[in-house]
């Protein structure tokens, strides 16, 4: 393990989680005006809009595989504030966008530039933490970061009331210059010049075949990939169950900060226990967790309406509880093995489970038409197949030993 940082790492905690709480201001705040956006560029299709939210994961995920290496060869401060700089620029053609098209394309290209703070925040982690130790400052990390989900909706929504949607861009932009700024001038470089990769054509190369000698980090990578789709259908789909299904324009951003609480809650719970009780321990049982509140759902409400309110509430508040001790430590499982390669191993990672999550979110999204049934049900398959690849690892590391 490196040296800590000489700053307070309550700093650190909160500066790795602003890099990471960019993504979800540029989604979440987004997801009350995603009808008034789809009417400005012409689609009056409500799920087509669900492309705003989907596609800016697929440039999250092909971001990683070039500014991984990258950030291996030339250092972390450097390529994070490239990012930044693509950021900016894509976020200039979303507010210029005329048609469904160019708003996707500015999408992906503003998660193409927030792959890099995003994924190589997780590189600064590994760089300085190691084992239970890194699950630990991930979910403290993740848990200061839930606070973005909780307030986004509802800054979106008062923007979108009191100036436009395009104020909402604006916002974002403002935001990630100020995280821009206090990280360049307090952030020291963690990527030792000895670690550092010369850069050729066969980094990428030579990564993927130093990630595929570890099948707990392939393996938890997919799982993460199940989980992370799932999660997205979520993200995509939930502006029209509640505004279209239920009726609940107004509501939404709470209800919606409701749900990340859950996710909060249980992720500063994690970083209390993971040191105690291990990370493999503690993202079993959230898994076996998650599969059966997904698999009561679609068993009570098959083939019916929506449920009330009340009880839609009651079941996606206890699923997404089960996600603050997934994420941090699913990630951390796949990066223990490979933390001599954290930079390119991080962006093989994430692009390995956005590949599997975006056409999965966007095949499962399709179905939420008229109820909410698609989305657990796809929680129930996606964690369901998880859940039996966890069980197969658990095997594969006890005949290891």
Same mark, same amino acid.
């Given at each position: ?260 609480? #859950? !996710?909060?809650? *249980?992720?500063? @719970?994690?970083?209390? +226990?993971?040191? $105690?009780?291990?990370? =493999? /321990? ?97 929680? #129930? !398959?996606?964690? *369901?197949?998880? @859940?039996?690849?966890? +069980?197969?690892? $658990?095997?594969?590391? =006890? /005949?290891?030993?």
């Amino acid at each position: 393990m490196q040296e800590k940082h000489a700053k307070p790492e309550i700093e650190f905690i909160a500066l790795m989680a602003s890099l990471m709480s960019i993504v979800a201001l540029s989604i979440d705040a987004l997801l009350p005006a995603l009808s008034q956006i789809g009417l400005a560029v012409n689609n009056l299709n409500t799920t087509d809009n669900q492309l705003l939210i989907t596609m800016i994961f697929l440039g999250l995920g092909t971001g990683q595989l070039v500014f991984g290496p990258l950030s291996d060869s030339f250092g972390r401060k450097s390529i994070v504030m490239f990012g930044f700089a693509v950021f900016a620029i894509a976020s200039f053609i979303c507010v210029a966008a005329t048609s469904l098209e160019m708003m996707v394309a500015g999408r992906i290209l503003q998660g193409v530039g927030l792959s890099a703070p995003r994924s190589i925040s997780i590189s600064i982690i590994r760089d300085s933490y190691k084992g239970d130790y890194m699950a630990r400052v991930m979910s403290f990390v993740t848990a200061l970061f839930i606070l973005i989900p909780v307030v986004a909706p509802a800054l979106g929504k008062f923007l979108l009331d009191n100036y436009n949607w395009q104020a909402i861009f604006y916002v974002q932009l403002g935001f990630g210059v100020v995280v821009a700024t206090w990280f360049w001038l307090r952030q020291p470089e963690t990527l030792k010049e000895e670690y550092k990769v010369k850069f050729d054509k066969y980094i990428f190369i030579n990564g993927l075949k130093e990630v595929v000698k570890h099948k707990e980090t392939i393996g938890f990578t997919i799982i993460s990939g199940f989980i992370t789709g799932s999660f997205m259908v979520f993200l995509s789909a939930s502006q029209h169950i509640f505004e279209v299904q239920y009726n609940l324009v107004e509501e939404f951003p709470f209800i919606f900060a409701g749900m990340a609480i #859950a !996710v909060g809650t *249980s992720t500063f @719970l994690n970083g209390t +226990l993971v040191v $105690r009780l291990g990370m =493999r /321990r503690l993202a079993f049982i959230a898994l076996i967790l998650f599969c059966s509140v997904s698999i009561i759902y679609s068993f009570l409400f098959w083939s019916t309406a929506n449920p009330s309110l009340w009880t839609l509430i009651v079941f996606m508040s206890l699923q997404f509880f089960t996600l603050g001790f997934l994420f941090g430590n699913l990630r951390a499982i796949a990066m223990e093995p490979i933390g001599h390669i954290a930079g390119i191993g991080s962006a093989i990672t994430g692009f390995l489970s956005t590949l599997m999550a975006v056409p999965m979110a966007t095949y499962i999204g399709g179905f939420v038409k008229t109820t909410a049934l698609p989305l657990f049900f796809g929680f #129930a !398959v996606c964690g *369901s197949l998880g @859940l039996l690849l966890f +069980l197969w690892m $658990r095997n594969v590391r =006890r /005949r290891k030993r």
